[in-house]
């Protein structure tokens, strides 16, 4: 059985998770192309962050939603820990994501992720997320991918 559950973006295990997916990443792309927020750098207004965790309490994977005054969202931070892939947790991380971007009224949610995360690719398609063209602050990448869709 897995919980999940808002914590804010100092929690020690939060942290743990994201250090993990920083080294996940840096292995897969050049710096240019690792997409990486530290979360420090964002105002709490503009955060929102989730943590599953299993029965013993162990964090086994995370995600964040970073808000724009433009009304749109962006879906950042999203990792399972391998021993834990494959039981539906990306979907229960997006859905709470989506939850919390209806409730600040984001009209669209955006993320990035790498060509090489073709497990991802695979979630937010299953998740309703179609390709659409690089938005700010990114630029167009070809070791990367956007995605969208509409909450309303």
């Keep these: 059985m897995f919980s999940i559950s808002e914590v804010d973006k100092y929690d020690s295990d939060l ?3 994201v250090s993990e997916l920083d080294a996940f990443q840096s292995q897969l792309y050049p710096a240019e192309s690792n997409h990486c927020l530290d979360l ?3 105002t709490d207004k503009q955060l929102r ?3 599953v965790r299993d029965e013993s309490g162990s964090p086994v994977g995370c995600g964040a939603l970073l808000l724009q005054e433009n009304g749109s969202a962006e ?3 999203v990792y399972i820990r391998p021993e834990y892939r494959g039981r ?3 979907e229960k991380i997006v859905t709470a994501i989506e939850t919390m971007a209806s409730e600040k009224n984001s009209g669209i949610l955006l993320l990035e992720t790498g060509i ?3 497990p991802a690719i695979a979630l937010y398609r299953r998740c309703g997320y179609e390709t ?3 938005f700010l602050p990114y630029a167009a990448d070809p070791l990367s991918v956007f995605m969208c869709k509409k909450l309303r």
Excluded: M
């Design 88 to 90: 539906k947790l990306g």
């Design 132 to 134: 659409c063209d690089a």
């Design 49 to 51: 962050c989730v943590i």
């Design 75 to 77: 879906i950042k931070r």
């Design 116 to 118: 090489h995360q073709q």
């Design 40 to 42: 420090s750098t964002v």
């Design 15 to 17: 942290t743990w998770l």
